[in-house]
């Protein structure tokens, strides 16, 4: 009598590799990019040019305000405050 316990076995487990690959694939799609200029763009790259501009921006209006004085560790608050803009822009944008 054959034993073909260990093929059935391989077997198994190819089924569940593909259905667990079936299922942390179906997520992926393709990247978001857009069109400027003829040539595609990330669109976290945008995202986060935005976020250092308004970051800019920022640091000029704590600047006239006469706050940027009182930051303690700027860098680290721009740091953030360029991360949460980007977070922001994308979350508007692109929903």
């Not at 405050?81 to 944008?93: G, I, K, P, Q």
């Amino acid at each position: 009598m054959v034993d073909f316990s260990g093929v059935y076995r391989r077997r198994e487990i190819a089924r569940t590799g593909l259905a667990g690959a079936a299922l942390t694939l179906a997520g992926c799609s393709d990247a978001p990019s857009q069109n400027i200029l003829g040539s595609y763009f990330p669109s976290w790259m945008i995202c986060a040019i935005a976020g250092l501009l308004l970051s800019v921006v920022a640091h000029r209006l704590f600047a006239v305000a006469g706050l940027d004085k009182s930051i303690p560790l700027p860098v680290l608050v721009f740091l953030a405050l360029s991360a949460f803009f980007a977070f922001a822009v994308w979350l508007v944008w692109l929903g």
